[in-house]
Every structure is written in structure tokens, then in C-alpha cells.
């Protein structure tokens, strides 16, 4: 390779070959954050992104934390004059189990029928890796960035960033922004970007359902001794009821419902139930009736069942009265509701329910707020230029199901707005077996950003 490219796009294309083979070296890094065995491979993905910044031309440092570290990259070159953006990801994965559903080993990446698979690809690895590209590649071909950035990455998002907020606000000062960009969500559809107005906040909770002082011989004690794992199915069974609505009394006090033309917005992109169907293998007949599928997915909070486990459950059978049952139950928010005025609303429902002979106990997992995002304006159109510049088409203006704790949080802490952009397609299995991200979005990504730092340094 020889010749001074003096266009960042150009030389994208030309590293292009070098690009797919870093990310490979960086998914091959498992840096699954929920397991303590994987700690030396989070600390070897930060020190892996770290390395990278640095050879984009930024100064970064790799911070501990009570947890995993958190990456701090900064170029200031731009001048005060400038505005500065915070570019925000995660080099933390989702837990890979089960490892049998896998068509290829989940850190072994596999390009096949224009996807790369591996576990983090779309989530978020590959993603927060588009930006670093795109600043590498400002740096490389005009020595400079159109604007000042900070980078924080961080490895504990898919375990509810729990050091990330006292982090922040340590050191605001530095990583103080006008702006933050994230890229760890989907686009609408293929070949259709997609411009964040919303993301859900989250309530995430372990309920315990105590019993006998310990498991008892099911028929000599069957039908006078209450059996919590009973107890706990008929108490989650009735957190719905049978139009799909939440049962939790006050539950639905803080849900706001959003602007006119948000809910036009939203009636008026396509909803594909065909190809939903396909995606997920069954038709999208959950939550409230009264609402459309988007419309349950975006603005309308959830409850989930993530697992539930008591008594016997190896083979055959067993008769056994279990001491106790557990579940682990996710709320999924939308403004104005938050996560701790949800956990006072549960504990005193269950407090109701609870049959007599049955103790309840909540423990709190974790949670994070909603985000609303004023969704016009000039950033809005310096992200809308950007896409379309790259995919030759307007973003539609969609809400996100999923959440990402910080984002409310870096708002407040820093006085800054953010702009979601992700790149990933719906079906990409984040979190599930065979994630997967497609090529023409990693390279159409890259563009994207690139474009984006331009933008955003219009006045
Ligand atoms: N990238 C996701 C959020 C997301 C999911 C965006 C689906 C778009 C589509 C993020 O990494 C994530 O999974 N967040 C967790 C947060 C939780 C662990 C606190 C989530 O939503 O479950
Ligand atoms: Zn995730």
C-alpha cells in the first residue's frame, strides 16, 4: 500500500481488508462481563482498545474501576472553539450459552453470506470499533479531527454499567461534551438507517418465595404445606392481566404518553409482521392489546419472566415439596417511570399477594432510566446528512425497545444531548447464538461516522 490519500473515505476503502482483520482480533477477546473468569479477557479488551486509539492518533488510558476498566481516549486538537463530541460504547459481550446453538464458535468469527458472526459483533464490539476506524481515518489522511472527542468505553454495559456513574461524575470535568454519540443499536431495516428518539429504561429484579424450612416429601405434605414455587407461578402468572396490561396498582402513573407527532411517526413507518414473524418465529401477539406491535416495543413498558427455577428439575421425576422458588422478572420503562418507584410498587403488590405460609423477598438486580430524546434540530440533521450521504437514504426516526443505562445519565451528569445511530440489523441475535453484523453495514458504518465528525463541526 503506497500513496498519500488525502480523503478519509477513500482511505476507509483502501485499509478496508486491515479493518475486517482488527476486528477479528478484537472479537476473538472474550469479554464476557457477567462471568468472573472472563476478567483478564475484559482487561485485555480494554487494553486492546486502548491500543488502537492510540494508534488512531488519540491519547487513551485504561482506567480501573471497582470493576471492569473503563477506557478513556481524547483528541483536543479541533481547538476551543470547536465543539466536543463524546463518542460512548461497550467492549463488553452477552454470556455465549448455549455454546450448542452456535453455528460457529461465538469467538471465532465467521464471515459468511455478508455477516460477520461472532458474539459482539452488532453488541457492541464491532460497533464502538466503526467509530474508532472513522477517527483513524480523519487522523491518518488530514491529521486532524474536525472536532475535539472523548471516548469512554466501557466494559460492564451488559451488566448495568455499575461503576460507570460515580466514574462520570468523577471526572466530568474531562469528559465534558456538547454532544454524544452512540452506535450500539439497529437500524429500522435493511438499507433503511435509523435515527433514535427513544430507548426503554429498565427494572431488573430477583423475587425469592420462601416456604417450608426445607424441601418435604411431596405426598406427606402435599396440599396443607404451601408450595412457593405454586405460589410464585400463580403470582407472576397474574401480573398481566388478560388484555396484556400490567396488574401492578400505580404501575402506569408516571407512563407519559408522548407527542402527537411522535405517534404519527411511528403509524406511518412499515411494520413488517410477515418478516417479524420470520425474525423471531412467532407471531408478536405479547403485551398490551390496544396498542400496535411498535407501539408495545417503543412507548408502551413490558414485564418479563428472564428465568424462573425451583424444586426438581434433573431427570425423571422426583416428588419434592420445594423450600423455595425464584425468578428473575425485568421491567422494561418508558418516560416518566423509574426504576425505583417501580421496585416500592412491586414489593408492596407482592406483599399482597403473597398467600399466608409464603414469604416474598425483592432484591434489586438493576435499572436504568428511560431516554426521550428531543429528536430535531441541528444535530439531528447533521446525523440525518451523514446517513444519508452513506446510505443514500433519509433515516426514519424509530424507538428502541433496549436499553443503555448511561445514556440519561452522561445527559444530566454532562449537560450534553446524545445522538443514537446504530448500525446493526434487526435479527443481528444480540444476545442470542449466532449474532451477527453485516458487512455492508460495518463499511457503510464507517462512512457514516466519518461523515458524521464533519457535520457536527458545522457551526
Ligand atoms: N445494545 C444493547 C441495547 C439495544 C438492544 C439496542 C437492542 C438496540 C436493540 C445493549 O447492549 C443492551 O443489551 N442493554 C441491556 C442493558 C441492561 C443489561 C442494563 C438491555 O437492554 O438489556
Ligand atoms: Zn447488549
Known amino acids: 500500500m503506497s500513496g498519500a490519500i488525502s480523503d478519509p473515505i477513500d482511505f476507509a476503502t483502501r485499509e478496508r481488508v486491515r479493518f475486517y482483520r482488527e476486528l477479528d482480533e478484537f472479537l476473538r477477546i472474550p469479554s464476557v462481563s457477567a462471568k468472573s473468569e472472563h476478567d483478564a479477557d475484559t482487561g485485555r479488551a480494554a487494553d486492546w482498545v486502548r491500543e488502537r486509539l492510540v494508534r488512531a492518533g488519540l491519547d487513551a488510558e485504561v482506567i480501573a474501576t471497582p470493576g471492569h476498566p473503563v477506557v478513556v481516549g481524547e483528541w483536543r486538537g479541533a481547538g476551543p472553539r470547536a465543539p466536543t463530541v463524546l463518542i460512548y460504547g461497550h467492549y463488553d459481550v452477552q454470556p455465549v450459552e448455549p455454546l450448542e446453538l ?42 486532524r479531527l474536525p472536532v475535539n472527542v472523548v471516548v469512554l468505553a466501557e466494559g460492564e454495559e451488559e451488566v448495568g454499567s455499575p461503576n460507570l456513574v460515580p466514574f462520570v461524575r468523577e471526572h466530568r470535568d474531562r469528559l465534558a461534551a456538547d454532544t454524544v454519540v452512540i452506535s450500539d443499536s439497529a437500524m429500522f431495516a435493511p438499507g433503511i438507517p435509523s435515527l433514535l428518539f427513544s430507548l426503554r429504561g429498565l427494572a431488573y429484579f430477583e423475587i425469592h418465595a420462601t416456604g417450608p424450612a426445607s424441601d418435604l416429601h411431596s405426598g406427606a405434605y402435599g396440599g396443607a404445606v404451601v408450595n412457593p414455587a405454586n405460589a410464585l407461578a400463580r403470582i407472576i402468572g397474574e401480573l398481566h392481566d388478560e388484555t396484556g396490561r400490567i396488574t401492578i396498582p400505580g404501575f402506569y402513573d408516571d407512563v407519559r404518553t408522548p407527542p402527537q407527532d411522535t405517534l404519527d411517526g411511528i403509524r406511518g413507518l412499515p411494520f413488517d409482521a410477515d418478516g417479524y414473524a420470520r425474525e423471531v418465529g412467532t ?45 428473575k422478572v425485568s421491567f422494561r420503562l418508558v418516560p416518566d417511570q423509574s426504576p425505583d418507584r417501580v421496585k416500592v410498587l412491586l414489593e408492596e403488590h407482592l406483599a399482597r399477594m403473597a398467600p399466608p405460609g409464603v414469604k416474598i423477598k425483592v432484591v434489586e438486580l438493576h435499572g436504568g432510566r428511560p ?44 449537560g450534553a444531548n446524545s445522538l443514537l445511530l446504530g448500525f446493526a440489523l434487526p435479527g443481528a441475535n444480540m444476545h442470542a447464538p449466532n449474532e451477527w453484523f453485516a458487512t455492508d453495514c460495518f463499511e457503510k458504518g464507517i462512512d457514516t461516522l466519518i461523515h458524521l465528525y464533519d457535520e457536527l463541526a458545522q457551526p
Open 283 to 327: 407471531i408478536p401477539a405479547g403485551g398490551e392489546h390496544a396498542y400496535s406491535p411498535l407501539e408495545r416495543l417503543w412507548i408502551r413498558p413490558s414485564c418479563d419472566v428472564n428465568g424462573m427455577w425451583s424444586g426438581y428439575t434433573g431427570e425423571g421425576a422426583k416428588t419434592v415439596l420445594p423450600a423455595h422458588a425464584t425468578a
Open 102 to 143: 452456535w453455528d460457529t464458535p461465538p469467538f471465532e468469527p465467521n464471515i459468511r453470506d455478508g455477516r460477520i458472526y461472532a458474539r459482539g459483533s452488532a453488541d457492541d464490539k464491532g460497533q464502538l470499533f466503526l467509530h474508532i476506524k472513522a477517527l483513524e481515518a480523519h487522523l491518518a489522511t488530514r491529521g
Open 371 to 414: 431516554w426521550l430524546a428531543q429528536p430535531e434540530g441541528p444535530l439531528f440533521a447533521a446525523a440525518a446528512n451523514a446517513l444519508e450521504r452513506s446510505f443514500g437514504a433519509r433515516p426514519v426516526l424509530t424507538g428502541e425497545g433496549g436499553s443503555i443505562p448511561i445514556v440519561v445519565e452522561l445527559e444530566e451528569i454532562l
